[in-house]
């Protein structure tokens, strides 16, 4: 964690706690002394562990997932990154502030300035306009209104809402309601967007338009999300890194790909099962290192082989390989082949197998 | 001691404070009253300054502007049976108290019923006061109201004011409850400030139920108002106490339909404002 410029990091949780009940700072306590199991705190306290000893950095630009099933915790960790609920035990810190040193006045300018949000069941006001919707964190702040007006166009323009301004929020469907609370957390610009279960709601196919355009857009904008979903196709689509929580614990962070390569224990690798390994799995991931090739295969030229670059897919590679007469791709980072990809280590990326632990089959 | 003496009179310590607050706070009851007949002669004189047709013609067209045609037609035909069956005046008193009644009644139910909302032991404490403000007949409040301010209009208003109280704050209180959690989450969510919480996000969403009750407390108000014609209030509620005392058949009937048209009329007329707000959010 301290190899981390702290600059880049936006968000840092650290190791926070959220219990709740009424017994909840004894329960508190009890876990900071005696290390209780969150059963033993249920039934000695009547106390539920919302969220357990969770440590996570999301830094500038990044999207951050949180995945886990409902009940996991996730929820409520998004809601103690702005302090919508108050941790039991741990610190928040959002650019470098601890948020729970804010004052009332502090942490409304904190919230109104660098952190926007987003609900699952958008919130939208009914009877105010979708101008009027999207304007409305502009209005709390006090900005005049020819001003935030234009800010929120601007915001419902970039969302494709352009033509809707003064219609009201129940003439909208699903999907643009969705899109009138996302205008609304980006009218503000700021650094941070934390979105709840947003797209949960919205049909299939609207759902996939949504989250590409949302990863589109905070990209283009250059902001920082932290997205929660329950669902790991919608994790993998969106995010940069994903959290995988359960039980209030977050079990593993890492790249789509890592987590799929790497799973930490039996309920992430059950999780990963059905995830298709052609779009997430790289090159890097499968490749063997060249000495292994010359070894095996003694005859071939590696430097007539297809090249391509660490960060191509398995569908990438699969494509090319069928292209080529040769059974091999050199990987080429900056023109130096780094490693080589065969048929057999394609085939083990399908069944999601990294190339450290083809290595020790082979 | 035997049992059959045994007699529970929450009386004989009620009349000695109602005595002893006559005695020590007439001022003050003084200048309530003065301020009450005040308001209230102005609203009166404002009302009846006008010839009854102009001041029809006055309701009839801002019904059509605010609310729609058939609040309109019915303000029109409410306020010329009033006029037609000669209790003008009458009803003009009386919608001149019901106004002043509501108008405190609001004042005092409306942050009352927020901090229940906001605070479950406020709640909690005011629930069975106000169980009784409803269930303790009318009558009955009259009593140290009327040894306090003596007869006329001004314990009659104070009555009304208990009365309309308890349909506002209860309906203020679950208006409030029953804001969507996520609204309020979103306001704190954008850094809202609690006033603008309250103002922009609570109040508009409470607001349909807030009608309701605002609703209830003018049509129970106008109740209590005619019982009130008892204690020398005036109004309509005079009118048919007359009928009463003299069974004068006419007279009570009369002044019986007057208010019905006044209850219409009122009841109405919040109403279509209700209705407005609901087209509009909907369209």
């Known amino acids: ?362 | 001691m035997n049992l059959e003496s045994f007699q529970f009179s929450p009386g004989i310590y009620l009349a000695p404070t109602v005595d002893w607050l006559n005695a020590n706070f007439h001022p003050l009851f003084a200048f309530i009253s003065s301020v009450v007949e005040t308001v209230l002669s102005g609203i009166e004189a404002a009302l009846l300054a006008l010839p009854a047709y102009a001041l029809i013609a006055i309701v009839v067209l801002l019904a059509l502007v605010l609310v729609n045609i058939r609040v309109s037609i019915l303000a029109g035909l409410a306020l010329g049976f009033c006029l037609l069956v000669g209790l003008w005046a009458a009803s003009m008193q009386t919608i001149a108290l019901v106004t002043v009644a509501v108008a405190i009644s609001v004042l005092i139910a409306f942050p009352l019923g927020i901090l229940a909302s906001r605070v479950k032991s406020v709640e909690a404490a005011i629930r069975p006061v106000l169980d009784i403000m409803q269930t303790v007949p009318p009558w009955v409040y009259l009593i140290p109201a009327v040894m306090i301010f003596s007869l006329g209009r001004v314990p009659a208003i104070i009555a009304t004011i208990v009365y309309g109280i308890p349909p506002m704050l209860r309906l203020t209180t679950l208006a409030f409850n029953q804001v969507p959690k996520d609204m309020l989450e979103l306001g704190q969510a954008i850094g809202a400030s609690p006033r603008s919480i309250l103002f922009k996000i609570e109040i508009p969403a409470a607001k349909p139920t807030l009608l309701v009750g605002l609703n209830q407390c003018i049509l129970l108000s106008l109740a209590m108002v005619v019982l009130a014609g008892l204690v020398g209030a005036g109004g309509l509620g005079a009118e048919v106490t007359r009928g009463l005392t003299r069974m004068e058949m006419g007279l009570g009937l009369r002044a019986g339909l007057a208010i019905v048209a006044v209850a219409l009329l009122l009841d109405r007329l919040s109403r279509g404002a209700l209705q407005r707000d609901r087209t509009r959010a909907a369209g």
Request: glycine share 8%; net charge negative.
């Open chain 1, 1 to 362: 964690m301290a190899n981390i410029d702290a600059n880049e990091v936006l968000i840092d949780c650290q190791s926070v706690w959220k219990i709740f009940g009424e017994k909840a700072p004894a329960a508190m306590k009890a876990v900071a002394e005696r290390g209780l199991s969150k059963k033993q705190i249920l039934q000695e306290y009547n106390c539920v562990v919302g969220v357990s000893d969770a440590s996570l950095q999301v830094r500038r630009g990044e999207i951050f997932c949180i995945m886990g099933l409902s009940g996991s915790g996730k929820s409520t960790l998004i809601r103690l990154l702005n302090r919508l609920i108050t941790p039991s035990l741990g610190k928040v810190l959002v650019k470098g502030k601890d948020l729970s040193a804010l004052d009332a006045a502090e942490l409304r300018q904190m919230r109104a300035q660098h952190i926007g949000m987003v609900f699952q069941s958008v919130a939208l006001l009914p009877h105010r306009t979708v101008l009027e919707n999207a304007a409305f964190g502009l209005e709390v702040q006090g900005i005049a209104k020819a001003e935030r007006n234009r800010t929120a166009a601007a915001a419902l323009e970039k969302v494709g809402l352009g033509d809707w301004l003064s219609r009201f929020p129940s003439e909208l469907s699903g999907g643009m309601q969705q899109r009138v609370g996302l205008a609304r957390a980006i009218a503000s610009d700021p650094e941070i967007i934390l979105m709840d279960e947003p797209f949960s709601a919205l049909d299939p196919l609207i759902r996939r338009q949504l989250q590409d355009e949302f990863r589109q857009l905070t990209k283009e904008l250059g902001k920082s999300a932290v997205f929660i979903t329950h669902d790991l196709d919608e994790a993998i689509r969106i995010g940069d890194r994903i959290a995988i929580m359960k039980d209030g614990v977050i079990i593993q962070v890492g790249t789509a790909e890592e987590i799929v390569l790497n799973p930490a224990d039996q309920y992430v690798a059950d999780f990963v099962a059905g995830i298709s390994r052609l779009h997430l799995i790289k090159a890097h991931s499968v490749m063997v290192p060249v000495v292994d090739y010359q070894r095996q295969h003694p005859n071939s030229d590696i430097g007539s082989l297809v090249k391509t670059t660490p960060e191509a897919d398995i569908d990438a590679l699969i494509g090319l390989t069928m292209q080529s007469d040769r059974d091999a791709i050199a990987v080429a980072d900056n023109g130096t082949v780094v490693g080589v990809v065969t048929a057999r280590s394609l085939l083990a990326g399908v069944k999601g197998t990294p190339s450290h632990e083809q290595a020790a089959a082979a």
